[in-house]
């Protein structure tokens, strides 16, 4: 779904992730690599290959956008350093046409000099003359301008006969900010507000629909 944001041209992907035409840029959030990992180093049973699916969907969405510059609102690694930074980095060195950034999320604790030796810059927010990009919403909004973030997982509920639901992902767009959903495979969902004054997009298996 193709829509218009302060006059730039976005398209809302199925993938869970945000292209900005203009700059072929796109935007991810919340990919929690090394999650399962973590999980498993811990003394929780996760299947090691558990996770595998979000290195194939960073692939695949690579290939089928064709982007100048990615953009990850934070929490890309999901804790410490493990096994999975060695099959990141074989991803990253299979599209060094790409320019990587790493907008820092609560959970991005790797030392930066490991992202800089694969010419990923890693900062705290990006500001352009019409948007803000960070992980979490910024404590002040500035006039004129969107906030552009992950960090919750956005999710909503859609309701159907007989009292069946189904929680999706979502993109969930007010007057001053744009929530991206989570595209990590073990990431859940926050069931956001419908409120009136909020525009939210639902992410189908085989596309994305405005629900509010």
Same mark, same amino acid.
């Given at each position: 779904?193709?829509?218009?944001?302060n006059n730039f041209t976005?398209?809302?992907?199925y993938e869970k992730a945000l292209y900005k035409h203009d700059e072929r840029l796109l935007i991810i959030a919340d990919v929690h690599l090394g999650k399962a990992n973590h999980f498993r180093k811990e003394g929780i049973s996760i299947p090691a290959e558990a996770q595998a699916g979000d290195y194939l969907n960073l692939e695949k969405l690579f290939n089928k956008i064709n982007p100048l510059k990615v953009y990850f609102l934070g929490d890309l690694f999901h804790s410490t350093y493990n096994r999975d930074w060695h099959y990141f980095c074989d991803l990253i060195a299979g599209f060094p046409s790409i320019k990587f950034t790493l907008i820092k999320g609560n959970h991005d604790i790797i030392n930066h000099k490991k992202f800089k030796?694969?010419?990923i810059e890693v900062t705290e927010t990006i500001?352009?003359?019409a948007f803000v990009y960070s992980h979490d919403?910024?404590?002040t909004t500035i006039t004129g301008k +969107?906030?552009?973030?992950?960090h919750i997982h956005p999710g909503t509920v859609l309701s159907g006969m007989g009292r069946q639901s189904i929680k999706l992902p979502c993109f969930y767009l007010t007057e001053s900010v744009m929530i991206i959903p989570a595209?990590?495979? +073990?990431?859940?969902l926050y069931s956001m507000d419908k409120s009136a004054a909020a525009k939210i997009y639902a992410v189908l298996p085989d596309g994305v629909r405005r629900i509010s």
């Open positions: 779904m193709t829509i218009e944001i976005f398209t809302l992907l030796e694969i010419c500001e352009d003359s919403l910024l404590k +969107l906030n552009i973030v992950g595209f990590g495979v +073990l990431t859940g």
